[in-house]
């Protein structure tokens, strides 16, 4: 499974970027698919997860209520919407995808994307 991510960019505090992940193979039923992020001198953090099948989603603390995960089934595409966005989430933020479900602090999804790079200025 290769994964495409694009849409990072420059904003201010309190903007929006929303980025998008594409699969190069058809997306399967029982996928798994999110996003992590790593800032700057800091190691890598979950931040959202969506279960292709039944769409539940699981947010690290840090981006609830500001950051929504969705899919598009025809373009086998995932987004993050980040809303509100504050410095603290300048980060690369890379797309990854995983067999069957997870989410959480402890997952280790087993495809990963290119990372796209988020700065948010204050």
């Known amino acids: 499974v290769q994964l495409q991510a694009s849409g990072g960019g420059l904003v201010q505090a309190g903007g929006s970027l929303r980025l998008s992940c594409t699969t190069s193979?058809?997306?399967?039923?029982?996928?798994?698919m999110g996003w992590f992020r790593q800032a700057p001198g800091k190691e890598r953090e979950f931040v959202t997860s969506?279960?292709?099948?039944?769409?539940?989603?699981v947010y690290a603390d840090s981006v609830r209520g500001r950051f929504t995960i969705s899919k598009d089934n025809a373009k086998n595409t995932v987004y993050l919407q980040m809303n509100s966005l504050k410095p603290e989430d300048t980060a690369v933020y890379y797309c990854?995808?995983?067999?069957?479900w997870g989410g959480g602090s402890t997952w280790n999804p087993r495809y990963w994307g290119q990372g796209t790079l988020v700065t948010v200025s204050s």
């Open positions: 990854v995808a995983h067999d069957y």
């Open positions: 193979t058809r997306t399967f039923s029982s996928y798994t």
């Open positions: 969506l279960s292709w099948r039944y769409g539940s989603t």
